[in-house]
């Protein structure tokens, strides 16, 4: 892999533990349609695929399937009530993710941000965090047609920049980020912990495995 020229960075489970505020909006929800709640263990296992794909894996409580659109229709608007009120709240940046910011700034690589978060979710959590200006460009599940695993919002980013996939890195931490990054023709690197279901993302052949974002320093080339 040559230098790369653009970083996009993947926000649930590479930047930032979001499953505390996650987990409370669904089990707020659940008991809110008379349901038994799920905890925060359960929940973490289901993060990953935007805030939709949650709620419906917390109404039939497991990874895959659909629950009665008659369910879904009275707990999805629930949830965003209840996440737009408490998004940031408890989330916090993993351990290193503002050391490895800190070191990429310095280099002169564009940075920025890809997430299947929805945008009303985004841009507040960002904030909260201290992170939102430090992306030069930040884009969201609902902004571009289509999301990943789909390449489209990598895609959207390299040319946004006038750079070449080949010259672009993406960090993320599930099997999603892996399979956009090799449709793209990016370079991808991933974080062992965040949000892949309970499978070791070494099973996905990123190009790298890092257990803190401080370590990109020792493996982006020179």
Known sequence: MNRPKLILIDLDGTLVDSVPDLAYCVDEMMKQIDRPDHGETEVRNWVGNGVERLVRRALI?????EPTDKDFDRAYPIFLELYDRHNGEKSRLYPGVREGIDYLKTTGIHLGCVTNKAEQFTVPLLKALGIYDDFEIVISGDTLPKKKPDPLPLLHAAKHFGIQPSEALMLGDSI????AARAAGFS???MSYGYNHGVDIREAE????MDSMTEISGLLPN
């Open 206 to 209: 990123p190009d790298a495995v």
């Open 61 to 65: 409580g497991k990874l895959d399937g």
């Open 176 to 179: 999603s980020d892996v399979k």
């Open 188 to 190: 991808i690197f991933c």
